[in-house]
């Protein structure tokens, strides 16, 4: 009997934020699905639905009040790593982040995955994305905390290319762009992204940044990706420089002001520019670290759209 509790004080345990999300609910299934403890923290008002499915496959709920510091301390004790995949605004990506960056150091948990999954923003500066300041202001915080840091940059999720990112414009076959058709550009599935995170959870000799795309692609890629996808031969469009773009950003924003929307159409597109100007390509790519994981590429996702 003692040599079963052994094995499974052996498991890793990992503390989990941000779970009832898309992203973070794929990382708690790849790390059950990788023999970790994984306890996932929901607040009062979560997502009954999921927060039950998530039980069900194997994982540990705890409910916490992210305000409440030696609550949320107790619920990291005992964790190799603390993975933060919340998603919101300043409150949350730099205030309830902090909230659970300071327990995972009172917990005396050795490591710390931050929510940042995005191009690499640590090459932009301030002012320039909103919600890539907030990861920047974050990431002050964390490297001045005494706790080991990995943050995981992947580019833009290749999913949004099926519809939510207006890049590949399917309806007239054109593959839309600002600036430099040649500027490389680059692109994770979030099931990509998922798997590496877990892997990285379950990894205690990460660095202090991992890089990963599942594709890298210029406007004329994506227009091959496209063309090969449907069968059928897209074009480019390019609508102007990136200094209409910026124009357009301004225009749009000033249209929504007081937007307490995560990812208003401006924000998207803050985020596009970003990646046509080529400053926050991720170079060099840490895809090989994990030689498990089968990149999937653009063309497949627009495939199966």
Not at 249 to 264: D, G, H, S
Request: include cysteine; aromatic fraction near 8%; hydrophobic fraction near 45%.
């Amino acid at each position: 009997m003692e040599s079963n509790n052994t094995s499974a004080s052996q498991k890793p345990t990992i503390v989990l934020a941000g779970a009832t999300g898309d992203l973070g609910g794929r990382i708690a299934k790849a790390l059950l699905e990788k023999g970790a403890e994984v306890r996932v923290l929901v607040r009062s008002d979560s997502d009954a639905g999921k927060v039950n499915a998530l039980q069900k496959s194997g994982a540990t709920i705890v409910a916490v009040d992210f305000h409440n510091a030696a609550e949320l301390t107790k619920a990291c004790e005992g964790a190799s790593c603390v993975v933060s995949v919340l998603s919101g605004l300043h409150y949350v990506m730099v205030g309830v982040q902090t909230l659970l960056l300071n327990a995972a150091v009172a917990a005396g948990v050795p490591r710390f995955i931050p929510s940042d999954f995005a191009i690499d923003f640590t090459k932009l500066p301030f002012g320039n994305n909103r919600n890539l300041d907030f990861r920047k202001e974050f990431k002050e915080r964390l490297d001045n905390a005494p706790i080991a840091a990995t943050s995981i940059l992947c580019g833009m999720f290749a999913d949004l290319l099926t519809g939510q990112a207006p890049i590949v414009l399917f309806p007239i076959k054109k593959v839309m762009y600002y600036g430099n058709p040649d500027q490389l550009m680059d692109f994770t599935t979030i099931q990509n992204t998922a798997d590496y995170t877990a892997a990285a959870a379950l990894d205690p000799t990460t660095p202090r940044y991992l890089r990963i795309a599942g594709d890298v692609l210029n406007a004329n890629g994506l227009k091959e990706a496209a063309s090969k996808a449907t069968g059928e031969e897209f074009g480019l469009l390019r609508v102007g420089g990136l200094g209409l773009l910026n124009t357009i950003i301004k225009v749009t924003k000033a249209l929504t002001p007081n937007n307490k929307e995560v990812f208003p159409a401006w924000q998207g597109m803050q985020y596009m520019r970003d990646m046509f100007t080529g400053l926050p390509k991720l170079d060099p790519l840490d895809n090989n670290r994990y030689p498990e994981i089968k990149w999937t590429s653009v063309a497949e996702v627009l495939a199966k759209r």
